[in-house]
């Protein structure tokens, strides 16, 4: 066997020394170039904020905040105000969610089923929440299939003093929208009717136009279909979803039916909201973000069998608003305060939905406030607004021009965690709002006064001298509500 030979090593001349090291660092230059622009590509297809920057949110110090009901109200995924000055809300529930995934076609028969409650949150909040007997459309033999599971409501209010309830039911058997009319007199109400049109195939977010008009999100192209595919248009950001305008009908023998137009596709849209007066809605995105449009009306061509003067419409989408979090619901208060509820990290939503007894997670609620123009940030008044919302944490992550979040409520999930849909309520004239928030992952309902050491009414505390341990103008506080 031959004898191996020692290797010497060759000397190496300076210069090429110095090459090696360039080509060293021009491998690593495009590299860090390369992923920096398949970034910015993907950040401009899925339209996703780089959140790699976003605070994690603290426990709340907020000594108001009491959570109210958890035996009674549990996953409260939604929830809405009454019209008006209004002492009550109604709340979708279903405290066998973590059994109940219809996005990934995974039933557990054995689970209850979901319940609707009313709640007089500003009276009598210690008081046991009214629980309506609604399961749901009935069969041929006047019963309840025993296949209710609400997800979104909307109110519109009726001309008699009663409420037209929409609600998306997430059953087995099908996706199902109900239509109910609720009287507060003695807390009856009517079944009008289910709304199962196979365009409607994944119902999520619902909000009322009118008391025949509303508007619907279709989360996933793949729920209740393929749950892999559920798994792949979430992670890309697919623009699968949809949001859709339905338009209730009666025919002459009585019998009703629905009309659906689809107003966009959109990448896994949730949670929507409307205003009327500025014909703008808002749809939430889990692509971390919210759709907005607007909508008007279309001239009729030709006249139809409906004779309906609000369907169809004519839609533009206007902008996609980037966020700092993995959002559900919207809500637009009385005073036109669009706000936004979401948690922090997906991975401690899907840990608190597979473990009940799992920390919740952390989680927020933001106030979307307007855009800031060239002139008005030429001014000083625009200039202490930037500043502002520079030392909100929830601004951190996006672009001075995305700088458009107010925080409201968070929560690290010691208090509260994983808000679903939050709101500000009204507690009556001369008094300063409260906040109420419900959650698809926690149990009860958290009531909150605003604190009295809010600066300016904006809910986040600020320093504006120096101070001792914080700079001019840093933050030094959290959320108040």
């Known amino acids: 066997m031959a004898t191996p030979q020692p290797v010497i090593p060759r000397p190496q001349k300076k210069g090429k020394a110095v090459a090696s090291r360039g080509t060293f660092w021009a491998n690593k230059l495009t590299i860090v170039s ?178 025949n008009h509303f508007f619907v999100t279709s989360d996933y192209m793949f729920a209740r279909r393929w749950s892999p595919g559920v798994v792949v248009e979430g992670a890309l950001a697919l623009p699968f979803g949809e949001v859709l305008y339905v338009a209730l009908t009666k025919n002459a023998e009585g019998v009703r039916g629905s009309r659906v137009q689809l107003v966009s596709k959109a990448s896994s849209p949730v949670g929507i909201e409307l205003d009327k007066d500025s014909k703008t809605f808002w749809v939430s995105s889990l692509s971390s973000g919210v759709y907005q449009f607007k909508y008007e009306l279309e001239p009729k061509k030709t006249p139809d069998e409906w004779n309906d003067a609000l369907f169809p419409l004519n839609f533009k989408a206007k902008e996609f608003i980037r966020s700092p979090i993995w959002p559900d619901n919207l809500v637009l208060t009385e005073d036109k ?74 929560d690290d999930g010691s208090v509260y965690g994983g808000i679903s849909t939050g709101t500000l309520v009204n507690y009556g004239p001369g008094k300063k709002p409260g906040f109420l928030g419900t959650s698809l992952v926690n149990d009860g309902a958290v009531l909150c006064k605003v604190h009295d050491t809010t600066v300016g009414g904006r809910g986040w505390k600020y320093k504006a001298h120096d101070e001792p341990g914080h700079a001019k103008g840093e933050a030094a506080g959290h959320s108040e509500l």
């Open 34 to 211: 390369s992923v920096f622009t398949l970034s910015l590509v993907w950040r401009t297809f899925s339209q996703r904020p780089p959140l790699f920057g976003v605070s994690a949110p603290p426990a709340s110090t907020n000594p108001t905040c009491q959570v109210y009901h958890p035996d009674i109200l549990q996953n409260c995924e939604d929830h809405r105000i009454f019209p008006g000055d209004s002492p009550w809300a109604l709340l979708s529930c279903d405290r066998g969610r973590r059994e109940w995934s219809p996005s990934f076609g995974q039933y557990n028969l054995q689970a209850p089923e979901g319940e609707l409650f009313l709640w007089n949150w500003r009276d009598t909040p210690e008081a046991v929440p009214l629980k309506l007997p609604f399961r749901g459309a009935v069969n041929a033999e006047g019963k309840t299939s025993n296949d209710f599971h609400p997800l979104g409501i909307a109110i519109a209010p009726l001309d008699d003093g009663k409420f037209r309830f929409f609600i998306t039911n997430q059953a087995k058997r099908k996706a199902l929208v109900e239509v109910v009319d609720f009287n507060p007199l003695g807390s009856s109400y009517e079944h009008i009717q289910t709304i199962n049109n196979a365009r409607i195939h994944s119902p999520n977010g619902i909000v009322a136009l009118d008391a």
């Open 337 to 410: 305060r669009l706000l936004l509820s979401g948690v922090y990290k997906t991975e401690e939503y899907f840990t608190s939905m597979i473990n009940a007894q799992s920390r919740k997670p952390k989680s927020w609620t933001l106030e979307l406030l307007p855009k800031l123009t060239k002139a008005s940030l030429a001014t000083e008044e625009g200039k202490k607004e930037m500043g502002l919302r520079h030392i909100d944490p929830a601004n951190l992550a996006l672009r001075s021009e995305e700088a458009r979040w107010r925080t409201v409520f968070w």
